[in-house]
């Protein structure tokens, strides 16, 4: 990839003709091992239409997950952010990139604050997903709707925000607005018709691949760039709300002479959090989109599907404890482009977790998820389409930073 080499160049040239002595390096880590119970059919990351990460073939003692996040501020205004993956589940590379960017925020003249990210990095869409590296802030398993955006989805490309802090007028709260314009999520789309939505912690990588046969998702095939644009607001210390419209601008009637397809894929995300009471939290996300593959003159021969999501989840933290529950809801429609049995997915799951930190470096997780599906395309790889899916997990973490 040609955007990678020229950040790659970018960030040497910042490194060596940038430096001073006030710059700093640091490091952020975590290792997540974990003992991994399941039950159902075989899981699509291993070959099958199972919507969990772990199957029946796949339990005992697992790497859930280590990384390595490294910052290094360039200048006062300019850092660079990566984050360095290993899953441990036979990926064509065993340590990759999930994100690579640079970071530029210039110094507040005004109530209103701008920031600037170039590179590849998650669009600012989950209220679950908020800490280092993309990783669950409440639980192991992210909803549905944040599976579904870590896997099939990197902003590859340019965001801009502009966020205006109330505090100098009087108001405890803040408003922001996001743009972002992006290339190389062409791809975006073909997952969730192949396996409807799924309910794991494993995001996809830049460059490995997602899936038995393996899916890759960051490519530009109809070199016309996408865009997505979301408002947020922060209300005191107890509410925020984020909503993202999402349009990747695919011509579906594109491919290359590889066999790859460009799909045109919208959606558009609401979510609130709230803190009604000290050591309570509600957290509620909706998406809405469709996406279609084929060329719009094939009429009712092109692929067309809709597809929405939603989770409602409470947390109840105290003292070095936190307890979480979650409700999943999701499904998709085909309606149009039948070659086999349609690519209609209905289901719920619930979620229970339960996390004891011991100290500023070790936490334990424990967490349940049982999953209900209908699915029909199961029915050609000889399996039943309704099934119902369990999973239980007690994962050790060990998390650390470093600096310079």
Request: a negative charge; hydrophobic letters at 40%.
């Amino acid at each position: 990839m040609g955007w990678t080499r020229r950040l790659l160049l970018l960030g040497l040239v910042l490194w060596t003709g940038g430096a001073s002595a006030q710059d700093r390096l640091s490091v952020n880590g975590d290792v997540d091992l974990r003992w991994v119970q399941a039950s159902g059919v075989t899981s699509y990351l291993n070959g099958g239409l199972g919507i969990l990460r772990f199957d029946p073939d796949h339990e005992g003692f697992q790497l859930g997950r280590a990384f390595l996040s490294p910052t290094w501020r360039a200048t006062d205004i300019v850092s660079v952010h990566a984050v360095i993956d290993a899953y441990g589940d036979g990926d064509r590379n065993s340590v990759d990139l999930s994100e690579f960017y640079l970071d530029v925020r210039p110094f507040p003249t005004a109530p209103v604050r701008w920031r600037a990210r170039v590179g590849a990095f998650f669009m600012p869409v989950s209220l679950e997903n908020r800490g280092i590296g993309w990783s669950n802030v409440y639980s192991i398993t992210p909803s549905a709707v944040n599976t579904w955006i870590g896997e099939e989805y990197r902003t590859i490309g340019a965001e801009l925000e502009t966020r205006w802090l109330g505090a100098s007028s009087g108001y405890f709260g803040e408003v922001a607005l996001v743009a972002a314009v992006y290339g190389w999520n062409d791809p975006a789309g073909a997952l969730l018709a192949t396996r409807g939505f799924g309910l794991t912690d494993r995001p996809s990588e830049l460059f490995g691949g997602l899936g038995r046969p393996p899916i890759d998702f960051y490519h530009e095939i109809d070199r016309k760039p996408g865009f997505y644009g979301g408002l947020s607001w922060k209300h005191h210390d107890w509410l925020e709300v984020r909503a993202l419209r999402y349009d990747n601008r695919g011509d579906p009637g594109v491919e290359t002479n590889a066999g790859g397809y460009a799909w045109r894929t919208r959606f558009s995300s609401l979510g609130a959090s709230i803190e009604p009471r000290e050591h309570w939290t509600i957290v509620a996300q909706y998406l809405d989109g469709d996406t279609a593959v084929g060329a719009d003159s094939l009429g009712a021969q092109q692929f067309y599907m809709r597809f929405h999501s939603g989770f409602a989840l409470a947390s109840f933290e105290w003292s070095r404890e936190q307890f979480a529950v979650r409700y999943d809801d999701f499904d998709t429609h085909q309606v149009s482009g039948f070659y086999g049995p349609p690519s209609d997915q209905t289901g719920h799951g619930w979620m229970f977790s339960w996390s004891h930190r011991y100290n500023q470096h070790w936490q334990s997780v424990a967490e349940w998820l049982r999953v209900a599906s209908v699915f029909p395309p199961r029915i050609e790889l000889g399996e039943s389409p309704a099934q119902v899916e369990s999973q239980f997990q007690l994962a050790v973490r060990y998390r650390f930073k470093l600096a310079w």
